[in-house]
């Protein structure tokens, strides 16, 4: 045997056993975004690497230490998606979709971020998320935060949500002025991270999660008091909207996000049963990007959901993974019942009914072994004197009851109940 070549560090398989999990979680997502007006797009997974430098921003760890960047054969520099967003923003200006008015968009797929992996932090993830374009009032913004909640509230899960107020190009500049100035004075009990941002993002030192930086961080200046009058006005709608939705929030005045494209609303939904990754989604309002990456002034506001986040949380929750397992296992007798197996298998399948066999043949017990593996709901065995007659036995895996069928009513006999 040859030295095996196992995965890349961080980038996950999901194995047939657990697929079921995604395959629900995408349906739903699908289903909850479509009753809300949302259309799939669907965008590389490569993009300019400049796009990001540009739309996240330079200064973000995602850009700045944890994309996947290569040059082309010497041609352009790429980058492997690290979001969706700027992706998305991309297509849309590049498409002129903005003549059409407000639009509603969602994709799901791989994004990397080569993030030292831990419990619900991977280098390959998954995310699904919704952009909503063109739509600067707060309507959006409370019914878009529903709409995840309704998400979850779909899957049964749980999550706490954080909204906040990070500003706009009017209120926060002077705001971060100030934060700097107080940062620095007080460098001395923050860790060198929080030292090194002080200067680069201070928006992002107020995330800091090392204890000895807290204290310096609770009695920081807030950006909620020093918001202006639109962005005060446009987070009192925004909650006003949820009040008015009956979905439960806290504001959390130092909830800032990792990426620089936010202003006014930033939110996140936070699940205990994720350890220290514990946002399961994020987004916010991000009304300059569209500018910003070459298109005309468009407001905008979304968000990205982990895929593999949610997965952890639905197995926390010993929620069942949905699979589709065979209605029927046929076991052949001898080679006149194996024939006929096979005939009659298809016959069902092609009429959508699961069913399934063991082509190798083989010993009987062996057969039905395997039907047991797959999880089979009616055993029905088949050989020269079945085939002859007609009929057979429907035997149900689960009770070992045996009911006399006819075999060319197996398809009823058998069709689950809608
Ligand atoms: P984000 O907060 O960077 O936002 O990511 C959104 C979600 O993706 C996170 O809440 C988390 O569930 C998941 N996620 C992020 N990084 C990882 C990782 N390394 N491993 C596993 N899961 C991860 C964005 O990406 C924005 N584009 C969201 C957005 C859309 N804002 C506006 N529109």
């Not at 045997?1 to 697929?19: F, R, Y």
């Not at 949380?313 to 194996?338: C, H, W």
Request: aromatic fraction near 8%; proline fraction near 5%.
């Amino acid at each position: 045997m040859s030295a095996k070549i196992t995965g890349v560090k961080g980038m996950n398989d999901v194995l047939p056993a657990q697929v079921g999990r995604w395959h629900e979680i995408e349906a739903v997502a699908r289903e909850v975004f479509a009753v809300y007006g949302y259309r799939e797009v669907r965008t590389p997974v490569v993009e300019p690497a400049a796009l990001f430098a540009r739309g996240v921003g330079e200064q973000t760890d995602i850009v700045n230490k944890e994309m996947y960047v290569f040059e082309d054969k010497g041609e352009d520099m790429l980058a492997l998606r690290p979001e969706g967003t700027a992706g998305t923003v991309r297509a849309f200006i590049e498409h002129g979709a903005f003549v059409d008015g407000p639009q509603k968009w969602f994709y799901m797929g791989a994004m990397f971020r080569r993030e030292r992996p831990q419990k619900g932090r991977y280098r390959q993830f998954h995310q699904v998320g919704c952009e909503a374009f063109g739509i600067a009032e707060p309507a959006i913004d409370a019914e878009q935060i529903a709409m995840l909640a309704d998400f979850l509230g779909r899957l049964g899960v749980k999550a706490a949500l954080k909204i906040n107020s990070v500003g706009d190009p009017g209120c926060r500049p002077a705001y971060l002025a100030d934060l700097r100035a107080y940062l620095t004075g007080r460098a001395g009990e923050l860790c060198a991270d929080c030292r090194e941002r002080t200067q680069k993002n201070p928006l992002r030192v107020l995330d800091c999660k090392v204890p000895t930086c807290q204290p310096v961080l609770e009695q920081a200046p807030r950006l909620l008091e020093r918001l202006c009058d639109g962005c005060r006005d446009h987070f009192a709608a925004v909650r006003a909207g949820l009040d008015a939705l009956g979905v439960a929030y806290v504001v959390e005045p130092r909830l800032v996000r990792g990426l620089d494209y936010y202003i006014r609303t930033a939110y996140e939904f936070t699940s205990d049963a994720l350890g220290a990754q514990s946002a399961v989604a994020g987004g916010g309002r991000y009304d300059g990007l569209v500018e910003t990456l070459g298109g005309p002034a468009t407001p905008g506001i979304g968000f990205g959901l982990g895929l593999e986040r949610l997965a952890l949380i639905l197995e926390a929750n010993q929620r069942p993974v949905p699979s589709r397992t065979p209605e029927i296992f046929f076991v052949s007798a001898d080679g006149t019942g194996a024939l006929e197996a096979l005939k009659l298998a298809s016959t069902l399948r092609k009429a959508g009914i699961a069913c399934d066999l063991d082509a190798r043949g083989g010993k009987f017990k062996t057969q039905v072994k395997q039907a047991e593996r797959v999880g089979a709901r009616y055993l029905v065995v088949l050989g020269g004197n079945e085939v002859a007659s007609g009929e057979a036995k429907l035997k149900d895996m689960a009770t070992r009851a045996e009911t006399p069928v006819r075999l060319a009513d197996l398809a009823a006999a058998v069709r689950p109940a809608r």
